[in-house]
C-alpha cells in the first residue's frame, strides 16, 4: 500500500471511493480498498502494481454498488475475477507441462462457478433475479400434456337448441282385445285400429 499511495492514476481513483464501494464511510472505504488490493496478484514492477489496482477500483466504479451490500460483493467479485484469470494465465504457461496446465486449469473453473454465483447473488439483490417456478409432483395420463404457469379456466360451453326443433311424437299405447279362434281357450289379443273402438272381424 505504501508504494501505491505515490501512483497519480490510483490517487485519482481514490478520490471518490464512496461510489467505488457503495458506502460514505470512511473506515469502511479504506478496509474494502486495502482488501481489494491484497486479493490482486502483483509482479515485480511497481508500475504493473499500480496499473492493476488502478484497474481494480475502475471495475468497482463500474459495477456503481447502491449499498454497503453490493460494494461488498462487487469486492469479493473482483477478487473472484482476478484469481480465474491468473490460473488461466498461468494455465497457458505451463507449456509442456500437462499436470500444471491441469491443476490451473480446474482452479480457474472452480473460480468462475464461484463467481457466477456472487453474479447470480448481486441480480437478486437488485431485483433483476428470475423469477422462480415451483413444481411438485405432476401426474400425466398416456396422451396428456402438462402445463408449468398460470391456466385460465374457461367456462363450459352451452348447447343451444335451435329455435324450430322439431319435435318428435311421443309413442302411445294401443288398447288390445282378445279375439277367439275356434277354442275356448284359444285367445289371441289383437290392437284396435287407431281411432277406432270395434273389433277387427275374422277374415
Not at 67 to 86: C, K, P, R, W
Request: hydrophobic share 40%; charged share 20%; glycine share 10%.
Amino acid at each position: 500500500m505504501s508504494q501505491l499511495s505515490e501512483n497519480k492514476s490510483l490517487q485519482n481513483a481514490l478520490s471518490n471511493l464512496g461510489a467505488i464501494f457503495g458506502t460514505s464511510n470512511d473506515d469502511v472505504q479504506i478496509g474494502l480498498l486495502r482488501q481489494v488490493v491484497e486479493a490482486l496478484w502483483f509482479p515485480l514492477s511497481e508500475d504493473e502494481d499500480g496499473s492493476r489496482a488502478v484497474a481494480a477500483l475502475a471495475v468497482l466504479h463500474e459495477m456503481k454498488p447502491q449499498d454497503i451490500f453490493e460494494g461488498l460483493l462487487a469486492s469479493q467479485m473482483v477478487g473472484t475475477h482476478n484469481a480465474a484469470m491468473e490460473c488461466l494465465k498461468r494455465a497457458a504457461e505451463a507449456g509442456a507441462n500437462v499436470t500444471g496446465a491441469e491443476v490451473n486449469l480446474r482452479l480457474a473453473s472452480k473460480f468462475l462457478a464461484i463467481y457466477l454465483q456472487q453474479l447470480d447473488g448481486l441480480n437478486r439483490h437488485r431485483g433483476k433475479g428470475a423469477p422462480q417456478v415451483n413444481v411438485g409432483a405432476v401426474n400425466v395420463q398416456s396422451g396428456g400434456q402438462a402445463i408449468v404457469g398460470s391456466v385460465e379456466a374457461k367456462p363450459p360451453r352451452k348447447h343451444k337448441r335451435p329455435a324450430h326443433e322439431p319435435r318428435i311424437p311421443a309413442l302411445t299405447s294401443s288398447p288390445v282385445i282378445p279375439i277367439g279362434l275356434g277354442g275356448a281357450n284359444e285367445l289371441i289379443e289383437q290392437p284396435l285400429g287407431r281411432g277406432s273402438n270395434e273389433p277387427i272381424g275374422d277374415a
